[in-house]
């Protein structure tokens, strides 16, 4: 029972990254599945997160006392009430109820998580919950690659979203860096801490995502930092980054996959250029010149129309080129794929935003619960989008209103941590490390729809827990 229960979050994300696959659109259109497993599914992605709410419940009423001598309770059972008054509002008004319910209940079994550890109520040891965040990132790292080995030859996409499944590693990486950094590890332990640094680093600036990408170099310019200033664990976390750093500029100068397309789109190096400088010159056929696709400079003129009930249909029609700019075949065609990807990448984001503040100024202090928008690529092929940005989604869930109590639940729950007290100075290395993992948390929150994710959202608070448990340490 104690093997299991140490291995408790690493199954939790297991569980999920099995069941998200499952329900994926591209795995389901080779293996389709019925609707009414379809719904089974659903139900049990998020039964996980309705059970640690509901444990909550049962674990402060068989302590009602003790339990509400904590601000961060009342705060937690105030928003609770609030939103389900909201909820019964909306409903009886006919408005959004369903969408922004999925938000709420990742986010409230997250912060329930949390609570349960901190009061420990979820008996976890501090050693169990770090082998649950390295194994987790172990499991990442093997589902990219086992997608970019077996299952690209299947599946157009990867089933869990590159950004969330890169995402986990990236908010991992100030966790990871720490312990890697600690004195008194053992060899094998040092060993699989550097490794799924390395392939961290490897896998976050391989996935062609900017914002991650720059977010990520961020967090490991001050990890390096840190550990310079601290003088433990120098030479594992700097060999860790060069290692990392060389394997990515390997797999770019020999193309493998769409790893030079890909690094091209976050930095903007032309790694073809770096291998020619130091080759011999030889006589090579130029690639076919591909005619650029008719893009457009402008925003559409033409506003957004509102199909059946509350969602929002984002119009973003252009002309498509026939076919694809091909990725892989030669520099020029990886530089025109990638500059129109980020084109589109932008406006469809800037879209997104613009028609998410509009509904936000529908009702600013309480929200309207429109979270989801249908964003019309081509005129064949369009999907449902967030506004990618947290304030603007969280606005639109709670309102104003309720984003104030979100923010003073974060607060008081890392002050009755002890965030805010002298030991946070003593051993400020995890104190860093929490800073920089709500950093990037926070960060890419606003231009990706992570902050309410099943992925991302509780390993923040485990994450979190994780550094807060080190600060106890010193106590």
């Not at 979050?9 to 696959?21: A, H, K, S």
């Not at 444990?55 to 006392?65: C, E, I, P, R």
């Not at 936000?360 to 989008?385: C, H, P, R, S």
Request: glycine residues 6%; proline residues 4%; positive net charge.
């Amino acid at each position: 029972m104690k093997k299991l229960q140490s291995k408790l979050f690493f199954l939790f994300y297991v569980y999920l990254g099995i069941l998200v696959t499952l329900r994926s659109t591209y795995v389901m259109e080779v293996i389709p599945i019925s609707l009414t497993l379809s719904r089974i599914l659903t139900v049990a992605v998020y039964l996980p997160f309705v059970l640690a709410v509901g444990y909550k419940l049962f674990t402060d009423a068989a302590n009602t006392k003790r339990a509400f001598k904590k601000v961060s309770n009342w705060i937690f059972y105030g928003f609770a009430i609030y939103y389900l008054v909201l909820c019964v509002y909306r409903y009886a008004n006919e408005m959004e109820v369903k969408e922004n319910l999925y938000y709420s209940i990742i986010f409230f079994g997250s912060i329930a998580i949390f609570m349960l550890l901190q009061d420990g109520k979820l008996k976890l040891a501090k050693q169990g919950l770090e082998k649950s965040l390295v194994w987790t990132a172990v499991f990442f790292i093997a589902y990219r690659l086992a997608y970019v080995l077996i299952g690209a030859h299947f599946f157009e996409r990867s089933p869990i979203n590159v950004n969330l499944s890169t995402g986990v590693l990236a908010l991992l990486l100030p966790f990871l860096g720490n312990a890697l950094t600690a004195p008194e590890l053992g060899k094998k332990k040092i060993a699989l801490l550097w490794s799924v640094v390395v392939a961290s680093i490897a896998v976050i600036a391989t996935t062609g995502a900017r914002a991650l990408f720059l977010l990520t170099m961020v967090n490991v310019a001050a990890m390096l930092i840190i550990v310079l200033i601290r003088r433990k664990g120098v030479l594992r976390m700097v060999t860790a980054v060069a290692a990392g750093v060389m394997i990515v500029v390997s797999l770019a100068l020999l193309n493998v996959g769409e790893v030079r397309y890909n690094v091209y789109r976050q930095t903007g190096i032309d790694f073809d250029a770096i291998r020619n400088t130091f080759e011999i010159k030889k006589p090579t056929q130029t690639a076919a010149a591909t005619t650029p696709s008719a893009v457009p400079t402008e925003a559409p003129a033409q506003a957004p129309t509102e199909p059946v009930q509350t969602v929002i249909q984002v119009s973003a029609v252009t002309q498509q080129p026939a076919t694809n700019p091909p990725i892989g075949q030669s520099p020029e065609q990886d530089k025109e794929a990638a500059q129109e990807q980020i084109y589109y990448s932008d406006r469809m984001r800037r879209h997104l935003v613009q028609f998410g503040i509009k509904k936000a100024k529908e009702n600013l202090w309480f929200g309207n619960g429109d979270v989801l928008y249908w964003y019309q690529i081509t005129e064949k092929y369009g999907f449902m989008q967030s506004a990618h940005n947290f304030l603007v989604e969280g606005i639109i869930c709670y309102g104003i209103v309720g984003m104030v109590m979100i923010a003073a639940l974060f607060i008081s729950l890392l002050a009755e941590a002890k965030l805010f007290a002298r030991i946070a100075l003593r051993r400020w290395n995890y104190t860093a490390a929490l800073g920089l993992t709500a950093l990037f948390y926070f960060a890419f929150g606003f231009v990706q729809p992570t902050v309410f994710d099943m992925f991302i959202c509780p390993l923040f608070v485990l994450a979190v827990t994780a550094c807060l448990n080190g600060l106890k340490e010193g106590q």
